[in-house]
């Protein structure tokens, strides 16, 4: 996969103007890497794609994915809000998880209202746990009686655990419940899918509650596991 890769950009090199070669470069990068593989290449031919084909809403898409891969949730959030008018619905996902992950929940809860989403999205599973993520933390009577799922009962098992465990990460956060986030932390150390910015919202609520020892052992715990 590495060796493709390579040889993609080579001849992105030798024709930067081939959109095919690009999109497929992309294409490969969305489907067979692990962040932050390839990280830089990914970002710059993203960048490009969207100033060869601007008005391309499947491109567009492409590189919207590209960016979330990456975690540039700011960014996405700054491309896509002029364009929530027309949206497709794999555009819509994108801009509501990147407003969520960006910390920003009420205006996730705005546009779950206002965006018109499309049937597929709001049945999406991956939105439905964002949504319910929402629901435990910031929601309110109304959302918390929506049929979503229990992010607790994706904690451990099912096809979107990973992505259950970091929005549950958030919901602890928010409620200041300490111990519940770090054992959630602790799973994704155990499947090697924990991320440096899970460990400093863990860093951050240790400080708030006043275990700053406990939070400097992390922080050493993290550094010896190459974190």
């Given at each position: 996969i590495n060796e493709g890769l390579i040889a993609y950009n080579m001849a992105f090199a030798?024709?930067?103007?081939?959109?095919?070669?690009?999109r497929a470069f992309l294409r490969q990068v969305h489907e067979k890497v692990e962040a932050p593989a390839f990280q830089m290449p990914a970002l710059q031919r993203a960048f490009w794609l969207l100033r060869l084909t601007s008005t391309n809403l499947a491109?567009?898409?492409?590189?919207?994915?590209?960016?979330?891969?990456?975690?540039?949730?700011?960014?996405?959030?700054q491309l896509l809000e002029p364009l929530h008018g027309r949206l497709t619905p794999g555009l819509q996902k994108t801009f509501l998880v990147a407003l969520f992950n960006d910390g920003r929940t009420a205006e996730f809860d705005h546009y779950w209202h206002e965006l018109k989403l499309s049937p597929g999205v709001l049945k999406d599973p991956e939105?439905?746990?964002?949504?319910?993520?929402?629901?435990?933390?910031?929601?309110?009577?109304?959302t918390i009686n929506e049929q979503n799922p229990r992010l607790e009962d994706q904690l451990t098992e099912g096809l979107w655990h990973v992505v259950a465990n970091r929005?549950?990460?958030?919901?602890?956060?928010?409620?200041?419940?300490?111990?519940?986030?770090?054992?959630?932390?602790?799973?994704?150390q155990d499947w090697h899918k924990d991320r440096l910015l899970d460990h400093g919202r863990g860093w951050r609520l240790l400080v708030a509650n006043r275990r700053s020892d406990q939070a400097a052992n992390a922080v050493m715990d993290a550094a010896g596991h190459g974190q």
């Open positions: 030798n024709n930067p103007g081939n959109v095919r070669v690009v491109d567009l898409e492409l590189a919207a994915a590209t960016f979330e891969k990456y975690g540039l949730d700011q960014y996405l959030i939105v439905r746990l964002y949504r319910a993520a929402f629901a435990a933390g910031w929601g309110t009577s109304e929005l549950y990460l958030r919901v602890c956060e928010q409620r200041n419940e300490v111990e519940a986030f770090l054992a959630t932390l602790h799973r994704l």
